[in-house]
Every structure is written in C-alpha cells, then in structure tokens.
Nanobody, 115 residues
C-alpha cells in the first residue's frame, strides 16, 4: 500500500487548490479514504472522508461548503478540492486509507494560505 499526495503550495486568501492522493496496492473505490490536516502546534484533524462502497462523504464543519472530496477510480486517485481558502487552512495535508482495521498514511503536502 502506498499513498502519494501532491498539489500543495502557496495560495492567497480566497484562492483554491486541488490536492491529489495517488494510491497503489489497493483500489480506492473499495475502501474509506480520508483527508487530514495538521497545523503547527495543533493535533491532526480529519477534514473530509469518502466511503468505499457507498461513496458517502463527510466533512468537518470548518470546511463544509468549501472542500470537496472525490475520486477517480480509473486513476486510483482521491482528490480534495479546496475553495475560498483562508489562513486557518494552512497546514500539512495527509491522505489516509483504512484497510481491514489498519490505517495507511501518505507523506503529506504543505498548504500555505498567505498574501
């Protein structure tokens, strides 16, 4: 199992970014996939998740209406579209896969929102 995040960077307040999580070793369509973030001095928190079989999504209140989690089964990749970003969204963003009770994490990608 391998997860590789990309798409982070520096963006101005109000801007958008799309993060990607390329998975290998398992089909993202069959397992729950999540995005987490960790800001400096804070605990890692879940921001979005998508179930495998039924595709149901869930979001943290702080990102609801601004973030969208999606997946491309053909590319075996999960995305996080982030709109209307603000300084509170600055963090390292991680992708997580839940397989048979075990969590697998990517290496993370930095998102910095600043003017």
């Amino acid at each position: 199992v391998q997860l590789v995040e990309s798409g982070g960077g520096l963006v101005q307040p109000g801007g958008s970014l799309r993060l990607s999580c390329a998975a290998s070793g398992f089909p993202v369509s069959s397992y729950r996939m999540s995005w987490y973030r960790q800001a400096p001095g804070k605990e890692r928190e879940s921001v979005a998740a998508k179930n495998g079989i039924d595709g149901r999504t869930s979001y943290a209140d702080s990102v609801k209406g601004r973030y969208t989690i999606s997946r491309d089964n053909a590319k075996n990749t999960v995305y996080l579209q982030m709109n209307n970003l603000n300084s509170e969204d600055t963090a390292v963003y991680y992708c997580k896969a839940e397989l048979y009770g075990t969590n697998y994490w990517g290496q993370g990608t930095q998102v910095t929102v600043s003017s």
